[in-house]
């Protein structure tokens, strides 16, 4: 089974600054998809960026980038010049790559969560 | 994209007593899935709905406290049965993206047990 930690239950960012959320993962799959998503105190969950793991390349998605190091199993986001909207709780989540149909096809398994704080 | 719509938002309900959750998407989906989310906590899978067929539930989740129902390729409930306060949740519904895409999710549910 799949696992995903997040070791930062909470972080503060001061407006305009950067701030880079950490996500690790456990996994015997070689290919697989992970995702960060936001979710304010709306409650309704935001997909912010996504990564495939066959893919070198960093996802990018405006001021949120990704760093992607598939031997460590790691997946970090990077907010830049964060906003006081970019305030909310983040998860990581990993998704397995599995053909339509199939067993849990579109299941996610998510982080603990980071509770990003914004500063004015 | 996808645009799931459920209800209710919120409810506040007595301990011993049922609550059916419904969730509404714009397209026709294979999978529905259902996730639970304890105050602070992170979104554990409840099951997954399969439409023509019993839903798939995860370890720790039994048919009789969360039955499920599939009628149709757009709709799928989430019953919540003989409440306790430890069910106090945010309930979710969500349905699976594109291949390589994320998931979408409706607005939760939040439930209270007193």
């Known amino acids: 089974a799949q696992t995903v930690t997040q070791s930062q239950p909470e972080m503060s960012v001061q407006e305009a600054e950067t701030v880079t959320l950490s996500c690790t993962y456990d996994?015997?799959?070689?290919?697989?998809?992970l995702f960060w998503y936001k979710q304010p105190p709306s409650r309704q969950m935001i997909l912010v960026i996504r990564q495939e793991a066959y893919k070198q390349q960093n996802a990018t998605e405006n001021r949120f980038s990704v760093n992607f190091q598939k031997a460590a199993k790691s997946f970090s986001l990077k907010i830049s010049d964060s906003q006081l909207g970019d305030a909310a709780m983040y998860f990581c989540?990993?998704?397995?790559?599995?053909?339509?149909?199939?067993?849990?096809?579109?299941?996610?398994?998510f982080g603990q969560g980071t509770i990003l704080t914004v500063h004015p | 994209s996808a645009v799931i719509s459920q209800k209710p938002s919120r409810d506040i309900c007595q301990r011993g007593t049922s609550l059916t959750i419904q969730c509404q998407v714009d397209?026709?989906?294979?999978?529905m899935f259902w996730y639970r989310q304890q105050p602070g906590q992170s979104l554990t899978l409840i099951a997954t709905?399969?439409?023509?067929?019993?839903?798939?539930?995860e370890s720790g989740f039994v048919i009789d406290k969360f039955p499920i129902s599939r009628p149709n390729l757009t709709f799928s409930t989430l019953t919540v049965s003989n409440m306790s306060p430890e069910d106090s949740s945010i309930y979710l519904c969500?349905?699976?993206?594109?291949?390589?895409?994320?998931?979408?999710f409706g607005q939760g549910t939040r439930l209270t047990v007193v």
């Open positions: 397209s026709q989906v294979t999978m």
């Open positions: 969500s349905v699976a993206g594109q291949v390589s895409g994320g998931a979408f």
């Open positions: 996994t015997s799959e070689s290919d697989y998809y």
């Open positions: 989540a990993y998704r397995s790559v599995r053909v339509p149909g199939g067993t849990s096809y579109g299941k996610l398994t």
């Open positions: 709905a399969n439409q023509g067929s019993e839903a798939t539930y």
